[in-house]
């Protein structure tokens, strides 16, 4: 739909969406927890493009910026024009423009990644494929820890969006397989082409992955109030430690970062890992907190941020002041855990891997089709 311009109708909540099939299927599952929690709302979808969906020429890894899939909803948000943007919760920064807030995070989807495999290896694994096999994947986290448990087999890029690269797989002999987010795949209504789940042994997934965020003004209270009946508690808790554990080591799209998180109803546990891009280094390590003990929790040279009287600020996901125990010690968590690895040398493997993929990246050609949020795996780490 078209916003409504400027003017705030009290009853009207305007969605800043991505027009991708994903990003809008995305947006109308906040849209419709939205609507169940508030019956007496209308609610707009304004749809855009952003700088991602536009650049053709270059690799979004060499592009350098940090808000390829977000600027232009986070201008139309500042401006008015929608009072709400859903994103995948791993496209956006840990830190975000001045005036802005992640209002929400709803409950994770699945956040592991997937095998989607030819038909013709239907009843395979990734360990029993015939040796040489082709996997597409351009994620450098993905590839960077599937090479080393497989060096049997070979990682290239496969571009396209996901039903692109879908056919792509299918009506060719390219590619034996693809590696891509369960959550995206389950979104699209494709979960039986799953042929496999890669736990943490395998391939530790993004941070925020499977998450969805709304993010909305630092000030808007109505609307923050609106979107605090749809955020998921566990879901919340597990981001604020990934995002911890990714702002304290400054990874990005450009160098191998996963996580694993596991939240009980009194702790949580937080396994992360860097890699170098061939996967032939590793620093893995696992901490956690209780929730009975707060006094207990990792010391953190990071405090977050206040917002207001009655909010905490935690890497962007604001908390009210009610929760913030709990929400302190899983932020404390992530930032332990990454400084224990930069003390065991991440910060060199971090730079290493960021220096080389800014020589290794090909630039896209003029004849690749636009970029969107499902495909946005083809060019960074995190992806899709």
């Known amino acids: 739909m078209e916003g409504n311009g400027h003017a705030k109708?009290?009853?009207?909540?305007?969605?800043?969406?991505?027009?991708?099939?994903?990003?809008?299927?995305?947006?109308?599952?906040?849209?419709?927890?939205?609507?169940?929690?508030?019956?007496?709302?209308?609610?707009?979808?304004?749809?855009?493009?952003?700088?991602?969906?536009?650049?053709?020429?270059?690799?979004?890894?060499?592009?350098?910026?940090?808000?390829l899939f977000t600027k232009e909803l986070e201008v139309a948000l500042e401006e008015g024009v929608v009072d709400i943007v859903v994103h995948s919760l791993k496209d956006l920064p840990t830190i975000l423009p001045e005036g802005m807030v992640i209002g929400a995070v709803s409950e994770r989807e699945d956040p592991r990644d997937a095998v989607i495999m030819h038909p013709k290896?239907?009843?395979?694994?990734?360990?029993?494929?015939?040796?040489?096999?082709?996997?597409g994947t351009s994620s450098l986290r993905r590839s960077a820890q599937?090479?080393?448990?497989?060096?049997?087999?070979?990682?290239?890029?496969?571009?396209?969006?996901?039903?692109?690269?879908?056919?792509?797989?299918?009506?060719?002999?390219?590619?034996?397989?693809?590696?891509?987010?369960?959550?995206?795949?389950?979104?699209?209504?494709?979960?039986?082409?799953?042929?496999?789940?890669?736990?943490?042994?395998?391939?530790?997934?993004?941070?925020?992955?499977?998450?969805?965020?709304?993010?909305?003004?630092?000030?808007?209270s109505d609307t923050l109030d609106l979107l605090a009946h749809i955020a998921d508690p566990n879901t919340t808790i597990a981001a604020v430690a990934e995002r911890g554990f990714m702002r304290t080591l400054e990874g990005g799209c450009s160098a191998p970062v996963a996580v694993h998180t596991k939240v009980t109803e009194d702790s949580v546990s937080l396994k992360g890992g860097v890699w170098s891009l061939d996967g032939s280094e590793e620093l893995l390590d696992t901490m956690s907190t209780s929730s009975q003990n707060p006094d207990a929790s990792p010391e953190s040279t990071q405090p977050p941020e206040k917002v207001a009287k009655t909010s905490i600020n935690f890497c962007g996901i604001v908390i009210l002041s009610e929760h913030k125990d709990f929400m302190t010690q899983a932020h404390q968590l992530g930032v332990s855990l990454a400084q224990r690895l930069l003390d065991k040398g991440a910060d060199r493997i971090l730079k290493a891997a960021k220096a080389q993929n800014v020589i290794n990246v090909p630039p896209?050609?003029?004849?690749?089709?636009?970029?969107?949020?499902?495909?946005?795996?083809?060019?960074a780490v995190n992806g899709s």
């Open 121 to 135: 290896y239907a009843e395979c694994t990734l360990a029993s494929l015939p040796k040489g096999s082709v996997i």
């Open 9 to 67: 109708d009290k009853n009207l909540l305007r969605i800043g969406s991505r027009d991708s099939e994903l990003a809008m299927k995305q947006t109308y599952m906040v849209r419709d927890a939205l609507q169940k929690a508030n019956p007496h709302l209308k609610f707009d979808i304004v749809s855009m493009k952003t700088k991602g969906d536009k650049i053709l020429n270059m690799a979004l890894s060499k592009i350098g910026s940090k808000s």
């Open 146 to 220: 599937l090479k080393r448990r497989y060096p049997n087999l070979r990682f290239e890029s496969v571009r396209g969006n996901l039903n692109t690269r879908l056919r792509k797989l299918d009506s060719a002999d390219d590619y034996a397989a693809l590696i891509l987010a369960a959550a995206g795949v389950v979104r699209m209504g494709w979960k039986d082409r799953i042929s496999q789940y890669l736990g943490d042994d395998l391939c530790m997934y993004a941070v925020g992955q499977g998450a969805l965020a709304v993010e909305c003004r630092e000030g808007d």
């Open 364 to 379: 896209v050609t003029s004849s690749t089709s636009a970029i969107s949020l499902e495909e946005k795996e083809a060019e």
